[in-house]
């Protein structure tokens, strides 16, 4: 069965650290990957998708995620945290069922940006 | 509006009450997936829609949860005799190409 896994429940970081938030995936195929972020009373917004090409992908507020398939993992990266950067972060898995593109979700990491 | 609307944004309900959660995808997505977030986790996959047409309901936790999406557009997600564990926050997303999400129906039953 498709899962996602991100090992690290909550992630503490100084302001202007870098930050690396893991996500593995279990999955037959190359599935399509994402990155979500969700802040307190907010919808989710899509931070960056893999779909196939460059594994080095760039999303917006500037973070990126590196696709390793022999690591079957999809882990995000940002240089530089900033203090607004304090949300949940999920990592998703998406994979073609005929034209159903449902998402497969990580359980989520949160993460607390100290001054 | 720009994005998907969902409403009410709170619900309280009563064990045993019915329930109907709305949601207003984007003016043209074919695509409409329902999510059931609990706290603390994940979304989990509910119903998925191309257009009118409900492709895949695997995720419907029990025959008390019903969704719709009559004409293509705006979609109904019912829960008969709500029972505590229901207690979710509810996301409805729309999609062409990349999925659009509301903010979600929290559901609390008392």
């Known amino acids: 069965a498709q899962s996602v896994t991100q090992p690290d429940i909550h992630i503490t970081v100084s302001e202007g650290a870098s930050l690396e938030l893991r996500c593995n995936y279990s999955?037959?195929?190359?599935?399509?990957l994402f990155w979500y972020v969700q802040s307190p009373g907010q919808g989710l917004q899509l931070l960056l998708k893999?779909?196939?090409?460059d594994t080095l992908v760039q999303g917006i507020k500037g973070f990126e995620a590196e696709f390793k398939r022999s690591q079957s993992s999809f882990n995000l990266r940002k240089p530089s945290v900033h203090w607004s950067d304090a949300a949940e972060y999920f990592c998703?898995?998406?994979?073609?069922?005929?034209?159903?593109?449902?998402?497969?979700w990580g359980l989520g990491t949160s993460l607390a940006v100290n001054p | 509006g720009a994005g998907v609307s969902q409403s009410p944004r709170y619900k309280v309900a009563k064990r045993g009450q019915d329930v109907a959660l709305r949601c207003d995808p984007i003016?043209?997505?074919?695509?409409l997936f329902w999510y059931q977030q609990a706290l603390g986790q994940g979304p989990e996959f509910l119903t998925y829609?191309?257009?009118?047409?409900?492709?895949?309901k695997s995720g419907l936790p029990s025959d008390r949860f019903f969704a719709e999406r009559p004409e293509g557009s705006v979609s109904t997600l019912k829960i008969q005799r709500t029972q505590q564990e229901d207690s979710a926050v509810y996301l409805c997303?729309?999609?062409?190409?990349?999925?659009?999400f509301g903010q979600g129906t929290r559901l609390t039953v008392v």
């Open positions: 893999y779909f196939s090409g």
């Open positions: 003016s043209g997505h074919v695509s």
């Open positions: 997303a729309s999609a062409n190409t990349e999925a659009f």
């Open positions: 829609f191309q257009n009118e047409a409900q492709l895949d």
């Open positions: 999955y037959g195929a190359t599935p399509y």
């Open positions: 998703a898995v998406g994979f073609n069922a005929g034209n159903n593109r449902k998402l497969i």
